[in-house]
């Protein structure tokens, strides 16, 4: 039974390993966070994150973290708020890509007066509204990934210490057996 675990468990550590390898922030000149995009993460993350099911469901979840609606207490100051290391999800979520030229007004608000110069379509989701935000755009979906990717390499981790320790207890019971049926057949 302990060999099953055990190969349940190497299977699913080399698949996390795999879905995870792909992807990665970009460096914004002038920001000390990174900015993601959706075609960096492998096929399986961009099936789930594309899936309107499976998106909705996340969506909600992010609205109601508050995350972004957390950016001006935590950063009161324009300044702060440009020298901060935001997380994927703040990136990505709470605020339209640096490439539309949205001019920051505070941590929440941005002038959408001022007219996008990329034709990224994220910098038309982009709306200031809490429930909105940049929710529907790409660059939110890859900051979920980046989450996600993070979040299933520790797990990946923690599997492989754990197999490591279950393949010892393993080995040492199947020892024991054998020498116990040894010393039995000796008797």
Same mark, same amino acid.
């Given at each position: 039974m302990l060999c099953f675990i055990?190969?349940?468990?190497?299977?699913? /550590?080399?698949l996390a390993f795999i879905v995870t390898n792909n992807?990665?922030?970009?460096?914004?000149?002038?920001?000390?966070y990174k900015e993601? !995009?959706?075609r960096d993460y492998s096929s399986?993350?961009?099936? !789930?994150?594309?899936? /309107?099911h499976n998106w909705k469901h996340?969506?909600?979840?992010?609205?109601?973290?508050?995350?972004?609606?957390?950016? %001006?207490?935590?950063?009161? /100051?324009?300044?702060?708020?440009?020298?901060?290391?935001? /997380?994927?999800?703040?990136? &990505?979520?709470?605020? %339209?890509?640096?490439?539309? &030229?949205? %001019?920051?007004?505070?941590?929440?608000?941005y002038d959408l007066s001022f007219h996008p110069i990329s034709p990224?379509?994220?910098?038309k989701l982009y709306k200031n509204s809490g429930t909105i935000k940049c929710y529907n755009c790409d660059?939110?979906?890859? &900051?979920?990934? !980046?989450?996600?990717?993070?979040?299933?390499?520790?797990?990946?981790?923690f599997n492989v210490v754990l197999f490591v320790v279950l393949s010892m207890i393993y080995f040492v019971g199947c020892c024991a057996r054998r020498n116990a049926a040894r010393n039995s057949s000796k008797v």
């Amino acid at each position: 039974m302990l060999c099953f675990i055990l190969l349940g468990i190497l299977v699913f /550590t080399v698949l996390a390993f795999i879905v995870t390898n792909n992807g990665s922030g970009h460096s914004v000149a002038g920001l000390r966070y990174k900015e993601y !995009q959706l075609r960096d993460y492998s096929s399986w993350f961009l099936k !789930q994150l594309n899936n /309107t099911h499976n998106w909705k469901h996340l969506k909600n979840c992010l609205v109601k973290s508050k995350d972004c609606k957390n950016l %001006p207490k935590k950063y009161k /100051t324009l300044k702060e708020y440009k020298m901060a290391e935001l /997380t994927p999800i703040e990136a &990505g979520c709470c605020r %339209p890509p640096s490439e539309c &030229g949205y %001019p920051a007004i505070n941590a929440s608000y941005y002038d959408l007066s001022f007219h996008p110069i990329s034709p990224n379509n994220d910098c038309k989701l982009y709306k200031n509204s809490g429930t909105i935000k940049c929710y529907n755009c790409d660059s939110c979906k890859a &900051g979920v990934a !980046q989450y996600m990717k993070t979040e299933w390499r520790v797990v990946a981790i923690f599997n492989v210490v754990l197999f490591v320790v279950l393949s010892m207890i393993y080995f040492v019971g199947c020892c024991a057996r054998r020498n116990a049926a040894r010393n039995s057949s000796k008797v």
